[in-house]
Structure formats: C-alpha cells, structure tokens
C-alpha cells in the first residue's frame, strides 16, 4: 500500500482513535496539536506531533496553510481530516493533493459537489432518490413567501452549505419566515462563510436514518447498513444505533440500494454517510444529504458488521480495494452509542470545562469507550464539549439497551459535569424501550427526564 506516514489534522476522540488505526497498519503517525492540546491522547500516542498554532480552531484546527505546511515538512505522505474542523473543506483536501499528500477521504469535487445540500439534492433526484418536498434557494422574500405557501407551514429555513444542525430554522407562519431566513443567513455566513439559504417542508415526527456506504478508487462501492440518530437536541445527535427498528425492511432497503447508486454515480471514493429522514405518519423516506468524511458514530456500524472503517480508509487512500464485498457485511446484534459532553444539562447544557479528578469508565464484555480523557485531563472552553463516546453491542435490543444502562450507570466521572445522567435516563425510559422515539422526542421530554 503506497502510504507510509499519515498526518492526523484533527484533534480529540478521532485524532485518537485514527492513530490507533495507523498504528495497527503498521503506518507512522504525525499529529497535529493546537497549543492548547500538546499533552493529548493522540499526540502522545503518535511517532510525533507538531504544535501548528493557537488553542482557537481558526489559528489551528482550520489553519490549511499550516497544517498542509507541517504535513509536507514532516515528509508525510497522507493527510486523515478526521469529522468536524476541515474534513469536509474541498479547499484542504485540494491543498493536500497539490502537495502530493494522499487526502484520506473523497475527492476534491466530490466534497464540493455534496457539501451544498442543493446540489446534493440534484444527484439524489437523478437516482430516484426521494427528496423532502420544497428545496429551492431563496433569492428573495417574496420568492420564499411564494414557495412556503406551496409547500404548506411550517417549513424549515436551511442552510445550504449546512452542517452539525446550525442555521436550521422551524418557521410556523408568514410573520416568521423573514425573520428566520435573516436567522439563518447570518448563522450560515459565520459558521460556513456561505450566507445562500434554502426551504424545504418540516416533518413533524421523524426518525433520522443514515446509511454508511464505502466506495475504492476502483469503482467498487459496497453498504455497511444503516444507523438510527433519532435522539437529537438542537438538530444535533446524542445517542445513535444500528440496526434501524421499526421501520420496514423495504423502506430501508430502498435507502441502501439508492445510496449505493448515488456513491456510483458521484465515482465516490473512501467513506461516506448518506442521511434520510423517515416521515413516521406517511411512511415516507427522503434524502436530506451526503456527508463526506467519516462520522462521530460509525462504532456502532462496526460493532454490528465487524468491520474496522477507519482501517479501511487507509486501505482504501492507499490504492487498495475494499477489504469487503456486499456479501461479506452481514450485520449481526445490535449497538447503541453515546455522546458523553461536559455540559450540564440541567443549566441548558451550559459547557462544563474543568480537570477530571476521577475517571472510572466502566469495561466488560461488548463495551467500547473511544475517549482521549483520562484522570487529569483538562476539558478545554476551546473546543466542542465532547469528552468520549461509549459504545456498547448486544444480542439484541434489548440486551444492547440493558447493557448502556448497566455501563453508564458505573460510569464515574468528577470535576466536571456531564449527561451520563440524562443519557440514563433516555436509556431507561419506557419510549425508547418501545422504539417510539422520533427527533424531538429529547427536546419534549426533557424536563420530565431531568
Ligand atoms: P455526525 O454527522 O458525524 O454525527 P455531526 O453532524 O455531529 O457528526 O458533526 C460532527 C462534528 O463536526 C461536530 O463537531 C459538528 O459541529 C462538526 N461539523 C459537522 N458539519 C460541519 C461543517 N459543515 N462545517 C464545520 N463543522 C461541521
Ligand atoms: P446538518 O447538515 O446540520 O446535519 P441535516 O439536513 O442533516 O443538517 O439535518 C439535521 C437534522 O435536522 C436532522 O437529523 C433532522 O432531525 C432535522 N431535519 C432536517 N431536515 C428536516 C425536515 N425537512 N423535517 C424535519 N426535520 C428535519
Ligand atoms: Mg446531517
């Protein structure tokens, strides 16, 4: 395989768990490190680390300049982007490649093509993709006014160029729909640098379901089933599973079938997650869209097919073909994973920074915790407030939801507060027991929860 040494432009849990990955192909590691995280997991881990600028993401996380600086410098020859920061930045991943440094995701185009949801929206229509009704950019009020009438209130106000749920705007009449879009403009403009908007109807109750596909760069693309996020606040996943429950087998095969010809059609390489929405009244699904990088909760797709989908990635940057054909991914049990932050949710999740001064995760059989905290660790205000994420695998069910339960509770964490206590609670509950969840089940139940 033509990769040697690869450059984690990343921090956290993934930079962590990429090195992990590298280190088990055999492959060098070189770590990129805010000033802020010179001391972390992945940085002690890896063969070096090199401190690329200051603690805030634009003077380091989102600096090309020096990160693609510090990977030629290193005399490495692959760049992982990880999720979040630049791993969806078309702009990185062609700096990479005119360096001669295998970017270790989808082509340039690709990223582009799928990172503004409209065009996104446009592939999937050709593949006879079902798409949520609506979707037009807005050029003016007027026009917006016109359409949301079309497709009935409420509608969504989205941004186009949108990602972990920021400048999405439920709009319920006429009066708010200017207001909304100035909303969403501004959020978009600040978190993307593109103010362009767009409408689309809202589903009231809805499930999110995504399907993990995998292509090579010989063609050769391959589904690794699907996950449940339905357990979302704010548009943001919390608790995320695999296999899908409750929604009928040829629903979610038509997912499957229309993803993998979507990766087709794009001549998609490495690991991609396409996201559906699943109306739960009309029993309807339709493509929100494509994200191009590998995702926060693929440990449950691997727990459930027994895959490594970051080792693959590096295969697969390598040159190599897929590890696996269609027929190799044959899911087995069940997964559930969860997002543990340092937030409180009872102050509406106020970020919680701090130093741990006890970490007691828990272990035992199917039980997986992908985590760069330790005892000691300082959580930083910079930074997303994700502290780890416990992953555990059962028989099914049933015995994957008694096992959450059973390892958050032994969970033990001070110094800062966390939702280990919430996501009991959710786990516990009588409604996720049934499966009777949809994307604002969190939001509706939460001060009954805590
Ligand atoms: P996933 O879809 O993998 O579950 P999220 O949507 O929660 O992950 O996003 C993963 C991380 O990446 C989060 O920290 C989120 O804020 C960030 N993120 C997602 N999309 C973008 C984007 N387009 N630009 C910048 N950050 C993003
Ligand atoms: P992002 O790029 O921020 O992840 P998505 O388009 O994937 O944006 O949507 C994020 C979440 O917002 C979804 O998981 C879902 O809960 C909700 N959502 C998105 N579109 C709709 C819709 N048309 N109706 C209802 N909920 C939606
Ligand atoms: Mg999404």
């Known amino acids: 395989m033509n990769l040697r040494r690869v450059f984690v432009a990343n921090r956290g849990e993934i930079a962590a768990r990429i090195v992990s990955a590298c280190r088990s192909r055999g492959l060098q590691t070189v770590v990129a490190t805010s000033t802020a995280d010179v001391g972390s997991m992945a940085a002690r881990n890896a063969d070096r680390k090199v401190v690329v600028g200051g603690p805030r993401a634009h003077e380091s996380y989102l600096n090309i300049g020096a990160l693609v600086g510090a990977a030629v410098a290193t005399r490495c020859d692959g760049v992982h982007p990880g999720y979040g920061f630049l791993a969806e930045n078309a702009e990185f991943a062609s700096a990479c490649r005119e360096q001669g440094l295998k970017f270790i995701g989808p082509s340039p185009q690709n990223i582009a093509t799928m990172g503004n949801k409209l065009e996104a929206r446009r592939y999937a229509m050709e593949c006879g993709l079902p798409v949520v009704p609506g979707s037009v950019g807005i050029e003016d009020i007027h026009q917006a006014l016109l359409m949301a009438h079309e497709i009935g209130f409420p509608v969504l106000v989205k941004a186009a160029a949108g990602g972990g749920g920021q400048g999405i705007r439920i709009v319920d009449d006429a009066d708010a729909l200017k207001s909304a879009i100035e909303y969403s403009r501004g959020e978009a403009r600040a978190a993307f640098g593109d103010a362009s908007v767009y409408i689309e109807k809202y589903i009231p109750r809805a499930r999110h379901v995504e399907v993990q596909i995998f292509g090579d760069s010989s063609g050769n693309v391959v589904h690794l089933y699907e996950r449940d996020c339905s357990i979302q606040r704010r548009y943001q996943k919390i608790i995320e599973e695999s296999p899908t429950d409750g929604i009928p087998q040829r629903v979610l095969q038509r997912m499957r079938e229309g993803s993998v010809k979507l990766a087709r059609l794009i001549g998609y390489e490495n690991a991609g997650t396409i996201e559906y929405i699943y109306d739960i009244d009309s029993r309807e699904f339709y493509f929100l869209e494509m994200n191009t990088r590998i995702q926060v909760e693929h440990p449950v797709t691997e727990y459930v097919t027994g895959t490594d989908l970051v080792d693959a990635q590096l295969l697969v940057a390598g040159g190599l073909s897929l590890p696996w054909d269609q027929d190799d991914i044959q899911p087995f049990g069940h997964s559930i ?114």
């Open 337 to 450: 994973e969860c997002r543990i932050t340092a937030e409180d949710p009872s102050r509406q999740f106020h970020p919680s920074p701090g130093i741990i001064s006890e970490w007691f995760p828990p272990i035992g059989m199917g039980v997986r915790l992908d985590s760069h905290a330790h005892l000691g660790y300082t959580v930083s205000p910079y930074y997303d407030s994700m502290v780890g994420k416990l992953v555990v695998w059962g028989n099914d069910r049933p015995a994957a939801v008694h096992r959450m339960v059973s390892k958050l509770a032994a969970f033990r964490i001070e110094g800062i507060q966390t939702n280990i206590r919430l996501l009991k609670a959710i786990l516990e509950h009588e409604d996720f027991a049934q499966g009777l969840v949809d994307t604002k089940w969190l939001e509706r139940s939460l001060p009954s929860l805590l």
